[in-house]
């Protein structure tokens, strides 16, 4: 496991000056399965005080029933849940003190946003005048302060998720909990919120579990991401180093995009892919010494390529895709292998589809996975 | 001169549209006006072959008040038993036995496919002997017979609410099952449920077979009987039942929309808790 004591130092200072609760969670060994289905395998996480980690993973993977389990919601088969040192398996999710929110939109809509924000308040039998100062100062801190006596109904989707977010803050949870709450709504508001939602939990100092399937969001938000796979755990690091060093093919390939390059291993550490010979890059979990000889796919990202244009060269532009400041490349190379590389915009606007160009790897050690 | 031409361009297409959306208007009027006299000459005719002195009559007639005052206790029964057993029934489905629902809606369906003499039967066998003899054991019949449309009017209402999450929601937040079920369940179901009362009452107030096999003289069970000696008051009292019936339906209706609507949720209509879609995105 990989703790970044940088980040986590960041944090704990932050929650200082905020002089919020650092509240440490583990989950240790977690097992679930429901039928003959198996959600989670032996999961365990630990989270800093103050930390925000992000489960990422495809769909099915666990990553929901591991927070449903933290709330409450879920009890595992075998496995326990600490927080702050003590195991709550057997507490009641109405007594965790977590506050969730959740993927649909899940304000009540009998009462107004004032109200939804306040209810935790009034469970915790909180006087309605401070009651409602307080909601009123969650829903200004979530810039919907007008909107205070609106309905659900009257509301966006961003804005009943923002109302969501300060009813979860208001009972200053010990934990917060983020079940894929953005991906309901539209590209711009998504963007927004998530930056609003790390800067408050930054600022709060809230220990948080958030889920995604998706890796753009779990990397710009978390100090650390968990990547899932079929209820395990199969990699939990800082989200550049995640990037830049996967421990296992199915992570690099998760992460980012990633082109697969048939290569050859040569003993010693090398691998020679593109007429080039490389060393290879220190291997995790999933691929034993045994599946890495001989025929190997040689995992490269985009940005990893480098590409010349050149007569005979090995390969043929086939698209572009315009990505802003950089523009993806479909390159067709010899052996009916289609790799994309990233290009400055302005250098690949020459390039036109059946543009005969030369594609090399530089010599730093790559990621490489058995042929499937 | 810009904004004048903009504003030219912006009406055009608008006065289309009314254009557009006031032809099927008088097609509206058309089929309302149809079903309108369909509806209206049966009950003007009554209205003028009973004559107004019958609806004096009627008041006086030996009967009248003992009969519909009986209607109306068996409706206030019939409605209670009914919302107490299908509610907790209807959401305890939704929330842990969701596999079961399709189950449910073929069960709850059954009393409308039995014959009501079986019913009849069916609730003498089970039914405690102090009730038996009495009236009110034809409030548990009608409890048999609401079901149906008591059940799915509540069963639409916990469609349209996304019961799951806001029950989750509400206990992550601190509250308990009972706290759950009437701060935030029981407030967002008022729609279903007053449609499912007003489905109950109105089955109550016109139900003739049972009771008249039961030998109990409900309020439309008198109106038959009277019609044999009089046709004119008996005529002028089920015009009398029509209009109490459909105030007291009527009452329910705004009240219930009234209050929905402030929560943006939907009209209480006879069949269905409409809800009011959410605003999309931003």
Redesign the interface.
Known sequence: MTTNTARDADANGLRQTAGGHGTSVVLDNLSRSFGATRALDGLSIEIAPGELVALLGPSGCGKTTALRIL???ETADTGSVLVDGRDISSV?????????V?Q???????MNALDNVG??LR??KTGTAERRKKAGELLDMVGLAPQASQ????????Q?QRV?LA??LA?EPRVL?LDEPLSA??A??RLQLREQIRTLQQRLGTTTLFVTHDQEEALSMADRVGVMRQGRLEQIAAPDELYDHPATAFVAEFVGVMNRLPGRMQGGGMVTVLDSTVPVMRQGSDASEADLAGDVDVLVRPEGLTMQVIENGNGIVTYKTFLGSVTRVGILLSGDVTVQVDKASSEAAALAPGTSVSVALPPEPVLVAPRP | MAAVAETQVVKAPRRAARQRAEQPAIWRWVVLLLAGVFFLVPLIVAFRFAGIKAFGAVISQSGFASSLGLSVRLAVVTTVITIVLMLPTAVYVHLRLPGLRRLMEGITILPIVIPPVVLIVGVLQIAPGSLKGTPYLLALEYVVLAMPFAYRAIDAGLRALDLKTIVEASSSLGAGGTTTLLRVVLPNLTTAVLSAVVLTVALVLGEYTMASLALFQTFPVWIYVNSQYSGQISVAASLLSLFVTWLFLMAITVAGTRRSRRKGGGAVTLFTATRQETRGNL
């Open positions: 709330a409450g919601f009641p999710a109405a007594r965790r003190d977590m506050g969730m959740f649909s939109y899940s304000l009540f809509p009998n209810f935790g469970m915790r309905y659900p109904h009257q509301l966006s989707g961003g009943q969501a009813r979860a009972i909990l709504l539209d711009k508001v």
